[in-house]
């Protein structure tokens, strides 16, 4: 199970900060990403995965990291501003798939949870507003109405069954939920397929890095 010591958390602020700079009054990576939910996301991986970024994290931290880019023999902690830089776009162009895809999963992780997370006060997070994002509609403290009514009875055959429809919709995603709804409104018998959960609107807090699990 993947653990976020110390090390690795200075590690990983140092490359939030590389990815998410400080710029006008927008607070740098390290000032926003919540490193309880990061944890958790990587935890929600594979084993292997969780090794590899363990691995990769723990790369980052010694000075033989220098050979990947034929920059200094130091720590990634440890470099200037420009130096972490050159260093992460030398992985991005690599032609060593392992950096290419060390840089993706860094990028990905330090831009969802920087632009994604909302600050543990419930305030708006800071880049938003700089985007033009107005924020989640639900107040904070909401929290997900888990007994709010629920108004589809989703049914779970325990045995071979045969149910009669129009259309068959398999999955109830953006593209099939909405399709089942339209031609339902317009009269036809249909039938969805689904091999998740049923999850309801007012079961989402509308606050994207939360939502993960
Ligand atoms: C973290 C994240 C954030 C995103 N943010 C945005 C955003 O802000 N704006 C935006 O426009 N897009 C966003 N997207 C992309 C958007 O969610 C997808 O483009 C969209 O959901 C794709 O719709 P879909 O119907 O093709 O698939 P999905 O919405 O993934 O639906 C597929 C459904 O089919 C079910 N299913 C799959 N296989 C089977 C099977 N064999 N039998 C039965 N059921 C099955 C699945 O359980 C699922 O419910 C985001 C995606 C992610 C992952």
Redesign the pocket.
Known sequence: MFTLTPVRRAVLCAVADAFVPAINDLPAGSAVLDFELVARAIQAQPLGAQAEFEQLLDLLDKPVLGLSWLGPLRPFAQLAPAQREALLLSWAGSRLPPLRKAFQTLRKLCT?FYY?SSPADGGPNPAWAALGYPGPALPPDSGPPVAAPRPIRPLAPQAATTYDCEVLV????????VMAGELARAGHDVLV????PYFHGRDFTQR?ANM?G
């Open positions: 969802f994604g398999i999955g109830s995603g953006a593209g099939g939920g397929h689904e091999k998740g994207e993960l």
